[in-house]
């Protein structure tokens, strides 16, 4: 039985993990310091992606990906936001019922936990998610086996 590859993208061919980059930036709980850093971002790199706020009393942990993440880390640097970047899966949901059960089952199957998740605000085909996995190229993997299309960051700077 022969196993179907994917075709080649622009971002990547055959089962090499097609990853975003994703920020976190920290950000002091008060008001305005969160339009500071979205004002700072779109208007020197543009479209924002995606966005998702995880807030203690304190402090704020912002994750966000940028059409352009070359621009994202000058704008965080030069703003002088504290922040990291790591690798995330971003995976168009099927156009089937119950997408969201689907790309979990998919990944349960395998065994592989989500730590989070959070939608993508602009997707070229539709709803999408921004997915951090135990194993991503085991995700990766499995998920284009599976039929599930993921984005790259040449998908998303076609956006900016």
Avoid: W
């Amino acid at each position: 039985m022969s196993e179907t590859l994917p075709p080649q993208t622009e971002h990547g061919a055959g089962f090499e993990p097609t990853r975003v980059r994703q920020f976190t930036i920290f950000l002091e709980n008060r008001v305005g310091r969160l339009m500071l850093l979205v004002r700072a971002l779109e208007e020197n790199v543009g479209t924002i992606v995606a966005l998702s706020i995880e807030e203690s009393a304190d402090s704020a942990l912002v994750r966000l990906i940028c059409a352009d993440p070359e621009a994202g880390r000058h704008t965080l640097r030069h703003e002088g936001f504290s922040f990291s970047e790591s690798e995330v899966l971003a995976v168009e949901l099927p156009r089937k019922k119950h997408p969201l059960e689907t790309t979990c089952s998919a990944l349960l199957a395998a065994e592989l936990n989500i730590h989070y998740a959070y939608p993508l605000l602009v997707c070229p085909n539709g709803p999408a998610l921004a997915l951090y996995v135990d194993d991503p190229t085991l995700a990766a993997q499995l998920l284009i086996r599976k039929g599930f299309r993921l984005l790259g960051e040449s998908d998303l700077k076609k956006l900016a």
